[in-house]
């Protein structure tokens, strides 16, 4: 129906996929602003570009694949606009509540300070396939790389966020 123009076909076409898109581009831009801003476009643009859809993909790895370059444009533009400025301190995970224990809180941020230091494309494949859970061929696919480069910086990406847990909470070696 959407892809034979009923534009109004298209809202319950992209309704539960909002949320996810929403989640893949704050994991990506790490700012709850800019994550809606990437969502919004990566959903009109996906709107925009229906028509040139290919019925035989997954609907929500292009979804996907629109955000994560929106994200990774909306990056490269913060970039350029805070040359050598970056306040990590500003950024505070979407889903830390109140409720949720000191060591938690603590273990979150200690995560996300170290997803932070990775590279954009390790960030990219790690949260593609271990956040949300895309296997090798669809998380290349979706990033427009090869799936020896997903392996690559997949595998750069535990590496570096082990190591970092590891340095940053010792105390988690110990109860293991």
Known sequence: MVLSGR????????TPYRGPVL???YRLTRDREDAREVAQEALLKAFRSLARFDVSRSFRNWLFQIAANEARDRRRKRAREQ???RDAT???PATAGPEAGHDRRELRSGIMR???????RER???VLRDLEELD???????LGCSSVSVRVNLSSARRKLRDAIRRDFPHLEEKR
């Open 136 to 142: 090798i061929r669809e998380t290349s696919r979706v």
């Open 7 to 14: 534009t109004e076909a298209f809202e319950p076409l992209v």
């Open 124 to 126: 990219e494949v790690f």
């Open 114 to 120: 170290a997803l932070d230091a990775l590279g954009p």
């Open 23 to 25: 989640a893949l581009a």
């Open 83 to 85: 040359v050598g400025f």
């Open 90 to 92: 500003d950024r505070t």
